[in-house]
């Protein structure tokens, strides 16, 4: 297939600028036999008792600086992934790219070009200090693009799951941006169970496919982490019956690239870097309900979807959000996804 395949006509009054009045006040699209519109609050009743939501407890940081050379040109950061105390990898928005050995200056802070690969550089921050609590002296909530507001004190909460955790993600895992305290405590008096991974997400999320070939598209890296208690709860929920829900697609990635990984569906514990690229043909082996939000027109979240709901139905289903004028993209509404073939 190809980049074009996976197209569809959005008008921009549907792209949500800020987020519902409560988290969960979304609708909810459930593209099943038919499609059905719900709201997100519905969501225990369609479920069953014994399944499991895996939720994504991946913290975002203040990942967007601005600085400037040393030769007085202006920088935008945008931070892709911390890789110790010391260092990260970022996209520059710059005039002219940096070489290695060049300085940017962000207020009495010193930041040094160590290199670069294809659109990332290696950035290492000068002195003394640690590279975490410079993001959370200078840097700022990163919105995705499509978000043209700068961000407020609205944004710092709503763009942050209630699970959030650990630090490291530079875009939220939005399907989990729809809960809440009622919401989950509904979910647990209809006996169904949760569980964490995570999965620091990365701006290359945003990124759109410069090829037409899919076969062609290099996915960027992100790291994920699955721990024991995972595990134990997949194995149980598989024993007892339960289905197996991925809330979000970064979900959906980490728990697919660890069963790639080990060569099994019954994960062992691990951390892991991945760049599974999930297109139609793909056969998931861990996955059985996929609960995400509505995706960029021909972007590789899209192509995941429309593999775990097939391509046809899941273009269909998208042709109804927007005549039903559903909210797309991070602060919009939902989608529960049952899957192509069971």
Same mark, same amino acid.
């Given at each position: 297939m190809?980049?074009?395949?996976?197209?569809?006509?959005?008008?921009?009054?549907?792209?949500?600028?800020?987020?519902?009045?409560?988290?969960?006040?979304?609708?909810?699209?459930?593209?099943?036999?038919?499609?059905?519109?719900?709201?997100?609050?519905?969501?225990?009743?369609?479920?069953?008792?014994?399944?499991?939501?895996?939720?994504?407890?991946?913290?975002?940081? =203040?990942?967007?600086?601005?600085?400037?050379?040393?030769?007085?040109?202006?920088?935008?950061?945008?931070?892709?992934?911390?890789?110790?105390?010391?260092?990260?990898?970022?996209?520059?928005?710059?005039?002219?790219?940096?070489?290695?050995g060049?300085?940017?200056?962000?207020?009495?802070?010193?930041?040094?070009?160590?290199?670069?690969?294809?659109?990332?550089?290696?950035?290492?921050?000068?002195?003394?200090?640690?590279?975490?609590?410079?993001l959370?002296?200078?840097?700022?909530?990163? +919105?995705?693009?499509?978000?043209? %507001?700068?961000?407020?004190?609205?944004?710092?909460?709503?763009?942050?799951?209630?699970?959030?955790?650990?630090?490291?993600?530079?875009?939220?895992?939005?399907?989990?941006? %729809?809960?809440?305290?009622?919401?989950?405590?509904?979910?647990?008096?209809?006996?169904?169970?949760?569980?964490?991974?995570?999965?620091?997400?990365g701006?290359?999320?945003?990124?759109?496919?410069?090829?037409?070939?899919?076969?062609?598209?290099?996915?960027?890296?992100e790291?994920?982490?699955?721990?024991?208690?995972?595990?134990?709860a997949?194995a149980?929920?598989?024993?007892?019956?339960?289905?197996?829900?991925?809330?979000?697609?970064?979900?959906?990635?980490?728990?697919?690239?660890?069963?790639?990984?080990?060569?099994s569906?019954?994960?062992?514990?691990?951390?892991?870097?991945?760049?599974?690229f999930?297109?139609?043909?793909?056969?998931?082996?861990?996955?059985?309900r996929?609960?995400?939000?509505? %995706?960029? =027109?021909?972007?590789? +979240?899209?192509?995941?979807?429309?593999?775990?709901?097939? %391509?046809?139905?899941?273009?269909?289903?998208?042709?109804?959000?927007?005549?039903?004028?559903?909210?797309?993209?991070?602060?919009?509404?939902a989608?529960?996804?049952? =899957?192509?073939?069971?």
């Amino acid at each position: 297939m190809r980049r074009a395949d996976f197209h569809y006509e959005l008008p921009p009054e549907l792209i949500a600028q800020h987020p519902s009045a409560e988290r969960s006040a979304s609708r909810l699209l459930h593209v099943g036999a038919t499609l059905a519109d719900r709201h997100i609050r519905e969501l225990p009743q369609l479920l069953s008792p014994g399944d499991l939501l895996v939720f994504n407890d991946t913290r975002v940081i =203040p990942a967007r600086l601005y600085g400037r050379k040393s030769t007085g040109g202006q920088v935008e950061i945008l931070v892709e992934r911390v890789l110790d105390a010391r260092r990260f990898l970022a996209q520059l928005g710059v005039s002219k790219k940096p070489k290695a050995g060049g300085v940017i200056e962000l207020g009495e802070d010193r930041l040094t070009v160590l290199g670069r690969e294809d659109d990332l550089f290696e950035l290492q921050l000068q002195g003394e200090g640690e590279v975490m609590a410079f993001l959370e002296r200078a840097g700022r909530l990163p +919105l995705p693009p499509y978000i043209t %507001h700068a961000p407020d004190a609205g944004d710092a909460e709503r763009y942050q799951t209630v699970f959030a955790r650990e630090p490291g993600a530079v875009a939220a895992p939005t399907a989990g941006l %729809h809960f809440d305290a009622p919401l989950l405590a509904a979910l647990k008096a209809r006996g169904v169970q949760t569980a964490t991974l995570t999965l620091h997400v990365g701006a290359g999320t945003f990124q759109p496919l410069r090829v037409e070939d899919l076969s062609q598209h290099r996915m960027h890296a992100e790291r994920y982490v699955i721990d024991a208690a995972l595990c134990e709860a997949l194995a149980q929920t598989r024993a007892r019956g339960g289905r197996i829900v991925a809330v979000g697609t970064t979900v959906t990635r980490a728990l697919e690239s660890a069963a790639a990984a080990q060569d099994s569906a019954a994960l062992q514990p691990m951390r892991g870097e991945t760049r599974l690229f999930i297109t139609p043909g793909y056969r998931f082996a861990v996955v059985q309900r996929l609960l995400t939000n509505f %995706h960029l =027109p021909e972007s590789t +979240l899209m192509m995941l979807v429309c593999a775990f709901g097939g %391509h046809e139905r899941m273009m269909a289903a998208y042709r109804h959000a927007v005549a039903a004028r559903y909210r797309f993209f991070s602060y919009g509404d939902a989608m529960l996804i049952e =899957p192509e073939t069971p």
